[in-house]
Nanobody
Framework: QVQLVESGGGSVQPGGSLRLSCAAS????????MAWFRQAPGKEREAVAA????????RYNDNMKDRFTISQDSTKNALYLQINNLTSGDTAAYYC?????????????????WGQGTQVTVSS
């Protein structure tokens, strides 16, 4: 059974940074990709970035290439998301996901497993 547990969210001031973590288990022989999505209140869930965890090759939402960095530590079964220069627009629940997307690595519909989310709030 695939389990994903996010951590690292919190309240930060604009311009600050956060590193989100996702502890994964049961995924190695079940899925090929892991990803970060976010969902702000009243908005649809959107992709931030994904990584083909067998090689570490990342893919980013074009709107988030500059301030977001996805990475993984295979030895720890962990996925990370570094977010720099946070703005109020980054306020959202951030979710770790795992799956084997076929057509779109950044589509939430192609990910079968989800964590419970970690909240990021950016305000002064």
């Amino acid at each position: 059974q695939v389990q994903l547990v996010e951590s690292g969210g919190g309240s930060v001031q604009p311009g600050g940074s956060l590193r989100l973590s996702c502890a994964a288990s049961g995924h190695r022989y079940v899925v090929d990709w892991m990803a970060w999505f976010r969902q702000a209140p009243g908005k649809e869930r959107e992709a931030v970035a994904a990584v083909y965890f067998r090689s570490g090759a990342p893919r980013y939402n074009d709107n988030m290439k500059d301030r977001f960095t996805i990475s993984q530590d295979s030895t720890k079964n962990a996925l990370y998301l570094q977010i720099n220069n946070l703005t109020s627009g980054d306020t959202a629940a951030y979710y770790c996901a795992a799956g084997s997307p076929i057509t779109d690595f950044l589509s939430s519909e192609e990910y079968q497993y989800w964590g419970q989310g970690t909240q990021v709030t950016v305000s002064s």
